[in-house]
């Protein structure tokens, strides 16, 4: 019996630097530093602005002014908190700002930075922040597919699985289940297989995966 799963759409979304400022100069001068790097970055002048744009498979980070007219950043940090947005955000600010940035830290901001900024100082929080999403991407992926392997289980294997995670041995879990320890073997060997674990400790980590969402 094959326990080939579907293979699902492995293509990873560009990411993109979203600058939000309200301040032109600063705007430009932020894509021309981040371009002349290679990366690829999109602007705006408000919140409002980037709420209309955005969609939650959006990829990458949000370089965020604390401070705008209209919605201010930490208005929209907050409004992406409850979209479930999973971009990180690092915030400019003024020296008279760092107890708000502060404040956004607390609340899943990844970092800020106090204008007047240098540009290498600004270019390595964003790769730090860019690689953080991209593992944190990579993690939720690993979770989804790790999902699927678990609903792929029948009621049986899923209750061994659950047995084996629990750190039952195969007598203990032949015991409770009422089957004889050969059984639990083979549901043992079929669990391995349908989840595509090498070993015990690799099975343990693809289901706590499904269970724990990145921090």
Request: proline letters at 6%.
């Given at each position: 019996?094959?326990?080939?799963?579907?293979?699902?759409?492995?293509?990873?979304?560009?990411?993109?630097?979203?600058?939000?400022?309200?301040?032109?100069?600063?705007?430009?001068?932020?894509?021309?530093?981040?371009?002349?790097?290679?990366?690829?970055?999109?602007?705006?002048?408000?919140?409002?602005?980037?709420?209309?744009?955005?969609?939650?498979?959006?990829?990458?980070?949000?370089?965020?002014?604390?401070?705008?007219?209209?919605?201010?950043?930490?208005?929209?940090?907050?409004?992406?908190?409850?979209?479930?947005?999973?971009?990180?955000?690092?915030?400019?600010?003024?020296?008279?700002?760092?107890?708000?940035?502060?404040?956004?830290?607390?609340?899943?901001?990844?970092?800020?930075?106090?204008?007047?900024?240098?540009?290498?100082?600004?270019?390595?929080?964003?790769?730090?922040?860019?690689g953080r999403e991209r593992a944190e991407?990579?993690?939720?992926?690993?979770?989804?597919?790790?999902?699927?392997?678990?609903?792929?289980?029948?009621?049986?294997?899923?209750?061994?699985?659950?047995?084996?995670?629990?750190?039952?041995?195969?007598?203990?879990?032949?015991?409770?289940?009422?089957?004889?320890?050969?059984t639990v073997e083979v549901h043992r060997?079929?669990?391995?297989?349908?989840?595509?674990?090498?070993s015990l400790a690799e099975l343990v980590?693809?289901?706590?995966?499904?269970?724990?969402?990145?921090?």
């Amino acid at each position: 019996m094959s326990t080939n799963l579907p293979t699902p759409n492995t293509a990873q979304p560009q990411q993109l630097v979203h600058i939000i400022d309200d301040d032109e100069a600063l705007r430009d001068s932020l894509v021309w530093l981040l371009e002349s790097t290679g990366l690829k970055v999109a602007s705006y002048p408000s919140a409002e602005a980037f709420l209309r744009a955005w969609t939650p498979d959006m990829s990458g980070c949000l370089v965020l002014d604390i401070r705008m007219p209209g919605m201010s950043g930490l208005e929209l940090h907050e409004k992406l908190n409850t979209l479930h947005s999973t971009l990180p955000v690092i915030f400019i600010t003024g020296h008279g700002d760092v107890p708000m940035a502060v404040t956004a830290l607390k609340k899943g901001a990844f970092d800020f930075i106090e204008k007047p900024f240098h540009d290498q100082d600004m270019l390595h929080l964003i790769e730090q922040c860019l690689g953080r999403e991209r593992a944190e991407r990579e993690q939720r992926r690993q979770g989804a597919n790790a999902q699927r392997r678990i609903e792929q289980l029948t009621p049986r294997e899923r209750e061994v699985l659950d047995l084996i995670v629990a750190g039952r041995l195969n007598k203990q879990i032949a015991d409770e289940l009422g089957i004889s320890i050969k059984t639990v073997e083979v549901h043992r060997a079929r669990v391995m297989e349908k989840m595509g674990a090498n070993s015990l400790a690799e099975l343990v980590q693809n289901v706590l995966m499904t269970q724990s969402p990145p921090a």
